[in-house]
């Protein structure tokens, strides 16, 4: 077990760092590190074979054994008073526990993988809930359009429960980067003749999704080649694009089997 390095005011650097981090939704992209805070983020994290350059715990955290032994997985662990913890995280009720990790931009995407396509969806709840989707059903790679909420800003982290850390992701891109993709793209309408749960959807492919008030862009739509509608004999348009890509991103794993 690591012996952890004592830190007791919050104006140290490194904890001004992550209160940063934890804060400011783009932040990650400047210092070019994501806070990952609450012991199932940072057991995912682990998991998935990413290594923390440090683990943050407060001192009650770091006297329960399980979490002990969570924050020594990172390559330095900083123990902080529990009220300088509070006082760092953005959470009502911290859990005493957080890792920083390296963050990197993206690459050139994949070709032809499963692929989640977010066309500038902005709340922070849809695109983490559109990552747990993905990660579940089988899609190993999402490309956010320029627009969309940063994937890995901490309300998105939270909403996604660790599911960036087992894709490939790619954010702030052009919609010419669709180009180069080597599978059809698919979307939905609410005015497309085709019924999702009717139709043969093509393996693998890219599912695109859309801006909440103002669905999939002109441009983008014209890159697909198959367009369906969610058959909703309720007769309401009550779906949020959460709730459709989830039903969208099932019918592609049904299909198959």
Request: aromatic share 6%.
């Amino acid at each position: 077990m690591k012996t952890p390095r004592l830190v007791t005011s919050v104006h140290n650097p490194l904890l001004q760092r992550v209160r940063r981090l934890s804060r400011e939704a783009l932040a990650y992209r400047k210092l070019d590190q994501v806070w990952v805070e609450g012991e199932h983020l940072c057991s995912a994290l682990v998991s998935h074979g990413r290594e923390p350059a440090t683990a943050i715990v407060s001192e009650s955290a770091w006297r329960q054994p399980g979490l002990q032994a969570l924050a020594s997985q990172a390559a330095e662990v900083v123990c902080v008073p529990d009220a300088a913890f509070v006082e760092m995280s953005p959470l009502p009720s911290p859990a005493g526990i957080g890792m920083l990790v390296g963050w990197q931009a993206s690459q050139a995407p994949f070709e032809a993988v499963p692929t989640v396509v977010l066309d500038r969806i902005q709340d922070a709840g849809n695109v983490g809930s559109l990552l747990r989707s993905a990660g579940a059903l089988g899609f190993v790679q999402v490309i956010a359009l320029k627009g969309t909420a940063g994937l890995w800003a901490p309300k998105v982290l939270r909403a996604g429960m660790g599911a960036q850390f087992g894709l490939r992701m790619h954010e702030g891109l052009e919609e010419a980067a669709l180009g180069t993709l080597k599978v059809p793209l698919v979307s939905t309408s609410p005015h497309a003749s085709d019924r999702l749960d009717a139709a043969t959807l093509p393996w693998p492919c890219a599912w695109v999704f859309g801006h909440e008030g103002q669905g999939v862009s002109e441009g983008v739509r014209a890159r697909c080649e198959r367009e369906v509608r969610i058959p909703q004999p309720g007769g309401e348009e009550s779906l949020n694009v959460a709730a459709a890509g989830a039903i969208c991103l099932y019918e592609s794993v049904r299909g198959r089997q």
